[in-house]
């Protein structure tokens, strides 16, 4: 095998790579500043669960915060990046959860809460598989040696 076919095989996965990356973490980036609207929405009422619904409003803007500079950072396709943003995705599960144990009238869900959170949960493995796919054909394009 040549010099010059290696390079020709890196540089032909390499645009893939990037557009499935890229992809993945602007629709995680999009699907992050999403999450952060419920926390506009939130009503109090001195109830115990008021605290929880601020960890989650919170935890919510960072996920946001991280998602952003994960897009800016991985752009070029760094391989940390991209897993941060996995990280990030897989965390923003969390605040999703409330649905499945909250009593309805605590969560800010409309119509089917539960089923919500699994269509949320369902897309959030979507994103976080197109990001592994972007990142893992990085590697298939590399060769190991001189």
Do not use: K
Request: hydrophobic share 55%; glycine share 10%; with cysteine.
């Amino acid at each position: 095998m040549s010099a010059s076919s290696v390079s020709t095989s890196a540089v032909h996965y390499a645009p893939r790579r990037l557009g499935l990356l890229r992809t993945g973490l602007i629709i995680a980036t999009v699907f992050a500043l999403l999450g952060v609207l419920p926390s506009f929405d939130m009503g109090f009422d001195g109830s115990a669960w008021d605290a929880v619904l601020i960890t989650f409003a919170v935890l919510s803007a960072v996920i946001a915060v991280g998602a952003i500079a994960c897009l800016i950072i991985g752009w070029n396709g760094r391989r940390g990046a991209a897993i941060a943003a996995c990280v990030l995705q897989v965390v923003s599960i969390i605040p999703s959860l409330p649905a499945f144990f909250l009593p309805r009238h605590e969560t800010t869900a409309e119509g089917p809460g539960p089923l919500l959170a699994v269509v949320g949960i369902v897309l959030t493995a979507g994103v976080i598989a197109v990001i592994l796919l972007g990142r893992r054909r990085a590697r298939a394009g590399r060769t190991t040696g001189a």
